[in-house]
């Protein structure tokens, strides 16, 4: 990422395609870190409502419970 950084400042030896590939691909990376970064939260408030007994116990509801496998 820096040597992509440091071209992109420079401008040599670039063409405009090449500059498009690099902010393509790090639009892609920022946009899986922040899928990622969501998946995980959703991940461990799932693991903490298994901790407290609550997993399976619809959020908006309270008190219905929902089949599950775990």
Known sequence: MLVESSEISNGV???????????????????????????????????????D???GICEKKRGKRFHTSV
Do not use: C, F, P, W
């Not at 690099?22 to 639009?27: A, E, G, V």
């Open 13 to 51: 030896g670039n063409h405009i395609a090449d500059h498009g590939s690099i902010y393509l691909d790090r639009m892609t990376e920022q946009t899986l870190d922040q899928v990622d970064d969501q998946l995980e939260g959703e991940i461990d408030a799932a693991l903490k409502r298994m901790e």
């Open 53 to 55: 007994g609550t997993y």
